[in-house]
């Protein structure tokens, strides 16, 4: 059995610090983006679990469009 170990994406983040608001999104799709990635990674590797240790959304609430 494989597992690839995953921690804190904090899906949802705002970067309320970055200015730019283009920046902001960029930042934003990036993390979901990681997440395909990670996915790839998995299947490419053959794992049958991706496991997330820690944050998975940056809100205790996230919005239904980051769920």
Do not use: C, Q
């Amino acid at each position: 059995m494989r597992f690839i170990h995953t921690a804190d994406w904090h899906l949802g983040k705002g970067y309320a610090e970055v200015a730019d608001e283009d920046k902001r999104v960029a930042l934003r799709r990036e993390r979901f983006e990681a997440v395909r990635r990670i996915g790839g990674l998995a299947r490419e590797h053959g794992a049958e679990f991706v496991l997330v240790g820690g944050d998975l959304f940056h809100s205790t609430t996230p919005s239904n469009n980051t769920v």
